[in-house]
């Protein structure tokens, strides 16, 4: 998934139904367990300056902050539902998207 594609979702520009109306129930445990998993990795000394999209499911060999197993799809909406419940901030001014707990 392009930095773009992630941008433009978490903007709204793309044209996609809410998590809701998908398969996926918003209080669906699955869901639940990959907000917990992000919350998790935000909140890793590593992450300090924030994380890539790309960063949540791609770790490096030094990276010691866990892994976000899941669909990219499944974290777009997991993102989006924190973002709503004010937990995760974005920020959209470098070249890709950046995430960060809120303060």
């Known amino acids: 998934m392009s930095d773009k594609h992630v941008r ?5 520009r793309v ?3 809410p998590p809701r109306v998908r398969d996926e129930s918003t209080n669906s445990p699955k869901l639940t367990h990959v907000k917990e998993q992000i919350l998790t990795a ?3 000394p590593e ?3 924030g994380l890539y999209f790309r ?3 791609t770790l490096h060999e030094e990276d010691e902050r866990p892994a976000v197993e ?3 799809v499944d974290i777009l909406d997991a993102l989006m539902e ?3 419940e004010g937990k995760v901030r974005m920020d959209d001014a470098h070249k890709e998207v950046i995430f960060h707990l809120s303060e």
Do not use: E, V, W
């Open 8 to 12: 433009d979702t978490l903007n709204g």
């Open 15 to 17: 044209n996609r139904p």
């Open 42 to 44: 935000l909140q890793h």
């Open 47 to 49: 992450a300090q300056d």
């Open 55 to 57: 960063n949540f499911q």
């Open 70 to 72: 899941a669909s990219q």
């Open 82 to 84: 924190l973002m709503g």
